[in-house]
């Protein structure tokens, strides 16, 4: 039970933090140095929650 809410937490926690690297990046287009961050945030997230939905499909809740 409590792996299944860490799982959905984290996957919650890194669907936002994928989504608001997109917002920032798409905002800061201009700024070059803004976009590499954010571009490096996005694909973090987006890294995290790739590989916590194949830890839920795998393994399951």
């Known amino acids: 039970m409590n792996s299944a809410i860490v799982s959905i937490l984290g996957l919650l926690i890194s669907l936002t933090v994928a989504g608001t690297g997109v917002y920032y990046w798409q905002k800061e287009k201009h700024d070059m140095e803004s976009v590499k961050i954010y571009r490096t945030v996005t694909v973090i997230g987006a890294i995290i ?4 939905v194949i830890k839920i499909g795998v393994l399951g809740l």
């Open 49 to 52: 929650a790739v590989a916590l």
